[in-house]
């Protein structure tokens, strides 16, 4: 949606004449570093910006993530009583954890680019809007969400990324990182199928050298060993807690400095800001852009604006008094002193910035476990033409069916391998590289794909198909088995290829069938659909993440 550089330009000469608002510079990357249009520096001095949703104590959910989220890009009102913080703190980006593609955003995103500030969007929601940390899987059900996002958002000047991911990938879950990876590769192709020079992004967990670099070097190569970009994130964030209380550089930052030195694009702390040695000074600002580092990392983002809880303690540096004004806190006013004194180096200079590389993926061994054989494009064409010629197929009663839908694949798994089958056709194996030809779509394709096996190895007995009231008969299906009917419909199940944005409505209309015979069915059944598991979204606590299961684990191989 970007008009001509030339144009644009014009267009902004002519908004400064009328409103004396300037239009904000267009940030690019030249490998490692981020450059302004004038030629200088762009580093990225952040605060995060989101509201914690509703958190539910469990179990299963022991370092308290949300279970829902407030799009603060969607409230004018307050990005408009923010605005003054934000400017007396002299950032000039957010970082938002989650926004809702269905709201209006321009108000808050105008307000922000007017006053020079970019956002950072992560694409994740909770719930089952992320990678699964448990049961992993890159479904069209996620890349509608990301794509609509991007829709939502690349028509604003002042997006300077989307992240597809914060902290999925764990120390003990490396093989998570080709579904990452997957994310990355498409969401970037989608971006420039679109024009958008926004960049893509990743917030790593921080850990051990033998962790955090072979994951940072994963998503930045090229499996194809062709120094292609196409593979590779742009922005690669570390949430990053090692200074604590009155540190220095040396004792907290100069590992990882020495970690990310030969680092090809650029690296950033997409969180910081220890809490648990109060009060939080903030010195490491003057670290972090400092030319100790600055070669290395181009700024980061301060954990938090809003107060956020966590099982370290509380975050946040303002609070919101009983007649809805700001409140600022010593945190903030530690904050302001450190970001205000900030004169980052401004080399290397853009034009001798060398070229990114990309070098060929780390090879696995005992302690990175991740292939370099990625999972396919989610293809919804090929995934809706599956739905709609299976024998039976999932209508579940609710629209909140991300529960049962875990517990149903669960049972229905179960039920195939005592009769000799498997559900390999639905999982993906981010360690063997192997991924099954059904598994980049919708969880409730894939319930749909279990159920029908079901129901043809019980010669097509109505019966088998009811799986207690969530399973209906389809009478349009192909006679063929569902296996075969895999085979016509996913003709090419390992492809790559740009995704383009779903048609407009075809959600729930697309995957219920072919209309006729399904009278009774859910019309809640859309394509986006639920997952295996819950996973929370991981709002910026610095500890290890959480997995909030809601079916039992399911093995596949
Ligand atoms: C997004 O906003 C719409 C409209 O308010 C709402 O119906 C929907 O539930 C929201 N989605 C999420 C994921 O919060
Ligand atoms: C990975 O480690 C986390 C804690 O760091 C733990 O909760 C989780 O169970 C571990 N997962 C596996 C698969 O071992
Ligand atoms: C595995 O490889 C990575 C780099 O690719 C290295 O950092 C790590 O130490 C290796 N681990 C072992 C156990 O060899
Ligand atoms: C840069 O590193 C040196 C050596 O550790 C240290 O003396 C200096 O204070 C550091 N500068 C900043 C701004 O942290
Ligand atoms: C969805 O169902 C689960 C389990 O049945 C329940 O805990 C949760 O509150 C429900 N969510 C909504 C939005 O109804
Ligand atoms: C669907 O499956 C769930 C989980 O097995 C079960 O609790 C529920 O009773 C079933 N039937 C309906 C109509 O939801
Ligand atoms: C998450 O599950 C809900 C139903 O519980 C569904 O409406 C939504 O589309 C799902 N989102 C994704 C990304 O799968």
New binding site residues.
Partial sequence: MRVSFRASALFAAVAVLSSGVQAISKVSRVGRYLYNEDGSRFYIKGIAYQEQGTVVASSDNAFGEPS??I?PLAISDACKRDLPFLQKLTVNTIRVYSV????NHDDCMTTFSNAGIYTIIDLT?PLN?SIDRVSPSWGTNLLDQYIATIDAFSKYDNVLAFNVGNEVVLDNTTQIAPFVKAAARDIKAYLRSKNSNALVGYGAINGASNFRMPLANFLSCDPTNGNSDAFAIDLYGLNDYEWCGDSTFQASYAGTTGDFAGYNVVAYFSEFGCITSPPRLWTESAALFSANMSNVFSGGVAFSYFPASSVQGQFGMITIGGDGSVQTSDDFNRLQTQYTQLSPPQSPAQASAPAAAYPSCPSANSSWAASNTLPPTPNLAACNCLESSLGCQFTPATTNYSVILGQLLDGGCGLLGQRGASCADIGGDGQAGVYGRVSACDPTVKLSYVMSQWYEINNRDQQACSFQGNGTVNSAAASSSASAVATSCIASPTATFTPTAPAAAVAGAATSGSGSGNGGSSSSKGNNGGSLYDVNLFIGVCAAAIISIAGGIWTLF
């Fill in positions: 829902d989220f799009d809702n593609s269905s709201l929601q809007g």
